[in-house]
């Protein structure tokens, strides 16, 4: 899997670092990455060249670099396997390292810290967090952290840390609002949306599903139509690329006819999330409509709610805001959309992304 190991300045201690070490000191620096070597002789010969460099240990800025330039295709990351740093500190850490954690949970990567030994007086001068530790972790909840009580005899301490990060189960950090949803898109298809308007809700469904990883066991995109009946364009299981993706909301064709959204919502439910409902990505669906719709919305809503699915409803020009806030998942205000002009769907893109990864992060706290 891949894994960083970050190594705050302190007394040499034996060489039992595991993964691709960035050095923290005053300045970080990466020392080598996942694709330079590919046998544990010559990574354990690498890591054995390090050299003691001194200095505070900048721990957070040491993390922020990490994640920031390391984990990336071109430097060896493979796609599905789960990301983790490693940071050894003797002490504490001489700035914050909150913020770097908020990073680290965002791009998905299980931070651990290794504590060794107890901080020396002269550091505590030094410290800004007493309770560092919970705020950089992956979670608090005990398995993120460990500590080693002296430098002298660590080789003991290393298998029980080894146990840990082979537990795949346990690395929940490496799902994220990116890899680990399902968003279905409900359009409307009614006569009054005209083609070159539909081409521009399309146009919105792309944009905001190039944010996602999409994978076969990443997040997943379905698109149903609607006008008084129902078509599903594309379901959860029906492509597992991006590109495909992609090429399959290009080349979905405007149906044209009346608007019964409360039907639409209902089928979505049942034929498009039921056979996900319990599958471990979290559910979304998005509803774009320009107009009133002909029957009940607030009961086939209420039950897609009931069912664990969050709703965002978008409404273009004469959409009833009644109508999508009945739609909506609470709180209304942040699950509504409104735009006068069907090219101003562009500037909601950002926001509903935003919005689904808030929602995500909060189901998981």
Same mark, same amino acid.
């Given at each position: 899997?891949?894994?960083?190991?970050?190594?705050?300045?302190?007394?040499?201690?034996?060489?039992?670092?595991?993964?691709?070490?960035?050095?923290?000191?005053?300045?970080?620096?990466?020392?080598?990455?996942?694709?330079?070597?590919?046998?544990?002789?010559?990574?354990?010969?690498?890591?054995?060249?390090?050299?003691?460099?001194?200095?505070?240990?900048?721990?957070?800025?040491?993390?922020?670099?990490?994640?920031?330039?390391?984990?990336?295709?071109?430097?060896?990351?493979?796609?599905?396997?789960?990301?983790? !740093?490693? @940071? $050894? &500190?003797?002490?504490?850490?001489?700035?914050?390292? +909150? #913020?770097? %954690?908020? =990073?680290?949970?965002?791009?998905? !990567?299980? @931070? $651990? &810290?290794?504590?060794?030994?107890?901080?020396?007086? +002269? #550091?505590? %001068?030094? =410290?800004?967090?007493?309770?560092?530790?919970?705020?950089?972790?992956?979670?608090?909840?005990?398995?993120?952290?460990?500590?080693?009580?002296?430098?002298?005899?660590?080789?003991?301490?290393?298998?029980?840390?080894?146990?840990?990060?082979?537990?795949?189960?346990?690395?929940?950090?490496?799902?994220?609002?990116?890899?680990?949803?399902?968003?279905?898109?409900?359009?409307?298809?009614?006569?009054?949306?005209?083609?070159?308007?539909?081409?521009?809700?399309?146009?919105?469904?792309?944009?905001?599903?190039?944010?996602?990883?999409?994978?076969?066991?990443?997040?997943?995109?379905?698109?149903?139509?609607?006008?008084?009946?129902?078509?599903?364009?594309?379901?959860?299981?029906?492509?597992?690329?991006?590109?495909?993706?992609?090429?399959?909301?290009?080349?979905?064709?405007?149906?044209?006819?009346?608007?019964?959204?409360?039907?639409?919502?209902?089928?979505?439910?049942?034929?498009?999330?039921?056979?996900?409902?319990?599958?471990?990505?979290?559910?979304?669906?998005?509803?774009?409509?320009?107009?009133?719709?002909?029957?009940?919305?607030?009961?086939?809503?209420?039950?897609?709610?009931?069912?664990?699915?969050?709703?965002?409803?978008?409404?273009?020009?004469?959409?009833?805001?009644?109508?999508?806030?009945?739609?909506?998942?609470?709180?209304?205000?942040?699950?509504?959309?409104?735009?006068?002009?069907?090219?101003?769907?562009?500037?909601?893109?950002?926001?509903?992304?935003?919005?689904?990864?808030?929602?995500?992060?909060?189901?998981?706290?």
């Amino acid at each position: 899997m891949p894994a960083a190991a970050a190594r705050p300045s302190a007394p040499q201690p034996p060489a039992n670092v595991l993964g691709h070490p960035a050095a923290a000191s005053e300045h970080p620096k990466i020392e080598f990455y996942l694709k330079n070597f590919t046998t544990a002789k010559d990574a354990l010969f690498a890591i054995k060249e390090i050299g003691f460099r001194g200095g505070n240990s900048n721990t957070g800025k040491a993390l922020k670099h990490t994640i920031q330039r390391f984990f990336s295709v071109e430097n060896g990351v493979r796609k599905g396997i789960p990301k983790i !740093i490693v @940071v $050894f &500190i003797d002490g504490w850490p001489s700035d914050d390292i +909150e #913020e770097a %954690g908020i =990073v680290a949970r965002e791009f998905g !990567i299980n @931070v $651990f &810290i290794v504590s060794i030994a107890k901080p020396a007086p +002269e #550091e505590l %001068g030094m =410290v800004q967090d007493v309770g560092f530790v919970d705020k950089a972790v992956c979670r608090s909840n005990g398995f993120f952290s460990y500590n080693i009580p002296t430098w002298f005899g660590t080789t003991k301490y290393v298998k029980p840390l080894i146990q840990k990060l082979c537990a795949h189960e346990q690395m929940l950090c490496s799902k994220t609002c990116y890899n680990s949803v399902n968003i279905a898109f409900l359009i409307d298809g009614s006569s009054s949306v005209g083609d070159s308007n539909f081409r521009l809700m399309l146009e919105f469904i792309g944009n905001v599903a190039k944010a996602f990883e999409i994978t076969d066991i990443g997040s997943k995109i379905a698109v149903v139509q609607f006008t008084y009946d129902q078509r599903t364009e594309f379901s959860f299981t029906d492509y597992i690329t991006k590109e495909r993706v992609l090429a399959a909301v290009r080349g979905v064709r405007y149906m044209s006819g009346g608007t019964a959204t409360g039907e639409a919502i209902t089928y979505t439910t049942r034929n498009v999330f039921g056979p996900v409902r319990n599958g471990p990505n979290k559910n979304f669906l998005v509803i774009l409509t320009d107009g009133q719709s002909y029957d009940d919305v607030r009961g086939p809503a209420a039950a897609a709610h009931k069912a664990g699915i969050t709703v965002f409803s978008i409404g273009i020009a004469w959409a009833p805001l009644d109508d999508l806030k009945d739609m909506a998942s609470e709180p209304k205000e942040t699950h509504t959309f409104f735009s006068r002009e069907f090219t101003g769907l562009e500037q909601i893109v950002p926001d509903i992304i935003r919005a689904v990864c808030r929602d995500f992060l909060d189901s998981n706290q």
